[in-house]
C-alpha cells in the first residue's frame, strides 16, 4: 500500500513537470529588433607542435663507479579538430 502511495505521488510530480515543460516550450523565434541571419562557417584546424622532453639522472656508487641515465619523451605533433562549423550572427543585408 505504501509503495502504491509513493509510486502515484512520484507519478503525478514527472506529469506535472512534464506538462511544464511542454506549456514553456516556445518553437517560434524571437524578433530582434535589427534583422540578422546566422552564418556557419567552417572550423579552422589547430596544430600542436612536437615536443621532447630529457632528463638525465646521475648516481655514483660507493666504489667510484658513475652512472648517468638519460630518459627521453617524445610526443609527436598532431592535429586538433573542433566542432565541424561555428556559428556566427551577423547583421542582414
Known amino acids: ?5 509513493t509510486n502515484l505521488v512520484m507519478a503525478g510530480f514527472i506529469g506535472v513537470a ?3 515543460f511542454v506549456a514553456c516550450s516556445d518553437t517560434e523565434p524571437v524578433p530582434s529588433s ?6 556557419h562557417e567552417p572550423t579552422a584546424l589547430n596544430a600542436v607542435p612536437p615536443t621532447v622532453t630529457s632528463t638525465t639522472q646521475t648516481t655514483q656508487f660507493g666504489n667510484g663507479t658513475v652512472q648517468k641515465q638519460t630518459t627521453t619523451d617524445y610526443r609527436p605533433g598532431y592535429t586538433t579538430v573542433g566542432p565541424p562549423y ?6 542582414a543585408q
Open 1 to 5: 500500500m505504501k509503495t502504491t502511495i
Open 18 to 20: 512534464a506538462a511544464g
Open 34 to 39: 535589427p534583422p540578422v541571419r546566422v552564418v
Open 86 to 91: 561555428k556559428t556566427t550572427v551577423v547583421p
